[in-house]
């Protein structure tokens, strides 16, 4: 599994959550502060999105890291350039799956990579299960705990701000100098 974006909170969850159900996780990153902690999530692969020729070298990189056959699903919450990049990484018969446009540029799907591959696409818009589906967020919710009970699942805090500060930790969070989560607390 290929996870875009993977030192965001988002990200990291994912990394621990494919990890627990025992995926290969390939965690891409764009900074060594990120890629430890996608290790420390339990990333088998840092993936780095940095690079200047980005499809070429993540091709090759997801490619090194699953002997030649690339990954198998790729999960994004960023879209842009790196959404292109890593669909062109996918297996045979691989599946990505859009959960975000964290990068601001919706990407636009060319139809040649699904046809020459078989790969399908999905979006995952959580947003509508509570009221159209609540018992499949009442199933995932139990997992998840469960998942955190078995000690699988831990979020990553970077930063604690009290609610009246809720501008600061806005304005951190929009530097994109967080790695995981930040929390408001209440007093």
């Given at each position: 599994?290929?996870?875009s ?8 969850a ?15 990153v764009?900074s ?8 420390q999530?339990?990333a ?5 999105l ?5 499809p070429?070298?993540?091709r090759?990189?997801?490619?090194r890291?699953?002997?030649g056959?690339g990954a ?5 919450p960023?879209?842009?350039?790196v ?18 446009f ?11 990579y ?8 999905a979006?995952?818009q959580?947003?509508?299960?509570p ?5 499949l ?16 699942v831990r ?7 009290p609610?009246?500060s ?12 967080v ?7 209440i007093?």
């Open positions: 599994m290929l996870i974006g993977a030192g965001g909170g988002v990200g990291l994912a990394v621990q959550i494919a990890k627990a159900l025992g995926a290969k996780v390939l965690a891409g764009t060594e502060v990120q890629a430890e902690a996608v290790r999530s339990g088998d692969e840092v993936i780095d940095s690079a200047t020729n980005l070429d070298s993540l090759e990189q997801v490619h890291a699953t002997n056959k198998d699903v790729f999960l994004d960023v879209g842009g350039d959404f292109d990049a890593c669909i062109r990484a996918l297996a045979r018969r691989g599946r990505a799956v859009i959960i975000g964290a990068a601001g540029k919706i990407p636009v799907i060319k139809g040649s699904l046809l020459l591959k078989n790969i399908s696409v979006g995952m959580w947003t509508d299960y009221t159209y589906s609540p018992e967020v009442a199933d995932a919710q139990a997992k998840l705990n469960e998942l955190y009970v078995q000690g699988f979020p990553h805090i970077t930063q604690t701000f609610l009246e809720f501008a600061d930790a806005a304005a951190r969070l929009t530097s994109r100098g790695i995981g989560k930040l929390v408001l607390t007093q």
